[in-house]
């Protein structure tokens, strides 16, 4: 059989008991293909290569080493969380990079969308190369492939792939959720007892707030953006409106707005907001946010984020606008 076509008779993961068979079915098949080899797995905090890390460390335990690459550009408190579950919570066999300087002291400067997109996933997978040449006896390397990246591996997720590894590393691939749709991965997240809020979480891209701290990325207009992204967040996820909206964030153009903060004049920055509701990310529709909840976001973010002076909403649809500013 061909392993990459996902067989019509494979039953869709849709309950927990169904999640809990497919865990221990893996965990044999992935017991039986490494042995008491090592396995790399390049652990980004996203849905599908934490499920691939909880499982792996079920299936092997230590035998796995996760690496954690915090490129600077990842939102508040997200690398903070990836030590938590898998460092502290499932006491995995797990490296942290900061490689904040590095990624930053590259971007200095660079205003091209584009440019800004190949440094980061050139420098990603540098760092991912230098980081699995101090270690001795991998001779795996897991992915959280999933089914559509098969199915649409010409499509827009190829293109914008960022976060892929070099397709030289000579190593034997372990991808136990490639047969999978991202609600069964979702499922067996849960099941694996990872928590809802990170099983669930909306998609984040590769380059991260890199693309969304737009033009040439700055340490301040970086940080204002994390901060007032962090923001709209927790608000959302107050009163309901993040299990409800496909993705959702703050962009900070590199331009400024005056306003009046404590009696003084402020050239600030502005933070607008996107929320999107889409299916396969092709096109995407506007959410409509309740004019309180702006209000209250907006009041935040213009009070507790210093250098920001106004905040602002995009309602342009996809067409004519990308989900992403840049
Ligand atoms: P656009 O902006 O093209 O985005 O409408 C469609 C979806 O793709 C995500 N996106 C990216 N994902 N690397 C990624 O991994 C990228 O460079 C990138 N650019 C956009 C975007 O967040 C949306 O979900």
Known sequence: MDTNVRPESMQRITTKELADAFIAEQVEAVRAQVGDKKVLLALSGGVDSSVVAALLIKAIGKQLVCVHVNHGLMRKDESEQVIKIFGEGLDANLIYVDATDRFLGLLEGVSDPEQKRKIIGGEFIKVFDEESAKLEGISFLAQGTIYPDILESDGVKAHHNVGGLPEDMDMQLV????????????????????????????????????????????????????????????????????????????????????????????????????????????????????YDVLHKITARITSEVKGISRVLMDITPKPVGTIEFE
């Not at 809802?196 to 990325?217: D, E, K, S, T």
């Not at 959302?236 to 409800?244: H, I, P, R, T, V």
């Not at 153009?253 to 920055?269: N, S, Y």
């Not at 996107?274 to 299916?279: D, F, G």
């Open 175 to 290: 991808e136990p959720v490639k047969l999978l749709y991202k609600d069964e991965v979702r499922v067996v997240g849960e099941a694996l007892g990872l928590p809802h809020n990170m099983v669930y979480r909306q998609p984040f891209p590769g380059p991260g707030l890199g693309v969304r701290c737009l033009g040439a990325i700055t340490r301040d207009r970086l940080h204002a953006l994390r901060e007032a992204d962090a923001i709209l967040r927790e608000e959302f996820d107050n009163c309901g409106l993040a299990e409800k909206v496909w993705q959702y964030f703050v962009a900070v153009p590199d331009m400024t707005a005056v306003g009046v903060i404590d009696g003084k004049r402020l050239d600030g920055w502005c933070a607008v907001i996107r929320a999107v509701n889409t299916v396969d990310a092709m096109t995407a529709t506007i959410e409509e946010i309740p």
